[in-house]
């Protein structure tokens, strides 16, 4: 029987995950969801390959993991960029800001792999998958209807907001920080949920 580096086989169990979560996470970062099979993620982390299919099914369960663990810590970043006595606009601002850091960063990539991969996953790991995501959306769909946008169009400015941050995200590619393109977004944003 291998030896356990934790107090337990509980607590063992959940720090291989992680470390499987982590080196899987590494390796899609630096070569490419595609590029990254199961065996390379086992290596990288010590185990057989086999021993693998212990703790993780399959390569797109690692993205969903990582998603999960990913989320909560992204909507407590958008809680503090949009908390404040601040106008809407301004704080969707600073939101946008926030967002644009964290598409610039190369584990940003993995939401790509993961959307295209949404469709092979069973009935309830896809709709968590879309309730973290919605999760997110609701930081922004609060501050939204606070700027006075009305109920049945929030959605739609939510929509456009993200695809403003993605789109100045994939311009700034990595040439580094744009500041004129940054007022441009400030601009933009604003606009988004200019209520006359």
Known sequence: MPRIKADNIAEHVAQQRAAVLDAAVRLFVERGFSEVGLADVAAEVGLARNSLYRYVPDKTNLLVEWYRRTVPATIADWERATAGDDPAPVRLQRWARSYLEWALTPEHQLVGPLTDSVSGLDDDTRAEVAEL???????????????????????????????????AARAEGGSGADDDLRRRLDNAVAAVVDTP
């Not at 209807?145 to 403003?164: I, K, R, T």
């Open 133 to 167: 995501h919605r999760s997110m959306m609701a930081v922004v769909a609060r501050v939204v209807a606070e700027a006075g946008v009305s109920g049945d169009h929030v959605d739609g400015a939510v929509a456009l907001l993200a695809g403003l941050v993605l789109g």
